[in-house]
């Protein structure tokens, strides 16, 4: 016979039914947690696999060939166009690679432009600058990184060949 009062053993089985609660918790959290932990995996491999197809400028359609020497110089160009570009860092990269074409169309806009000014047949020594001033910088930062304003910088010479 059982020295133990039922007062006792409903005590023990409380205390029992009560661990068996607190170990139910402990895994339903641990179970929470790990979902969590899955979430914020995907999370990141999703960012990341965003972000590894940045591209801060792209250009296309440049031509290269042998230079002919006779050619008569037309003027210089130096054009600083703004660029409104989304979800990134001023003058860098951004989420998606969203609207990296933008750079292509204004770069190849400037140089046609100003060799059509000039009557030119073409356009040597081009450089391609792409970054932020310090107030874009302040701007993307003060919009947490939604509106990254930049700029691209195109300079050269134009250039015409002698007719023969």
């Known amino acids: 016979m059982s020295s133990r009062t039922p007062a006792a053993q409903s005590c023990k089985k409380d205390s029992i039914i009560v661990t068996l609660k607190m170990l139910k918790n402990i ?10 932990r899955w979430l914020l995996v995907l999370l990141v491999v999703c960012i990341g696999v ?4 940045c591209t801060t400028f792209r ?3 440049l031509q290269m060939g042998i230079e002919n020497t006779e050619h008569e110089i037309l ?12 979800f990134g860092v001023s003058g860098g990269p951004t989420l998606f690679n969203n609207r990296a074409w933008v750079a292509d169309v204004v770069v190849q806009e400037v140089v046609m432009r100003e060799v059509r000014i000039r009557n030119g047949d073409a356009a040597i020594n081009v450089s391609i ?3 932020a001033t310090l107030l874009q910088h302040f701007l993307n ?17 134009v250039i015409r060949h002698p007719q023969p």
Do not use: C, H, Q
């Open 27 to 36: 895994f339903t959290t641990l179970e929470d947690f790990m979902k969590k």
């Open 50 to 53: 965003g972000l590894s197809g």
């Open 59 to 61: 250009a296309s359609g």
């Open 75 to 86: 003027g210089y160009f130096f054009t600083v166009v703004p660029i409104n570009r989304f």
């Open 129 to 131: 600058t792409y970054g």
């Open 141 to 157: 930062s003060l919009t947490l990184s939604i509106w990254a304003p930049s700029v691209v910088t195109v300079s050269g010479t």
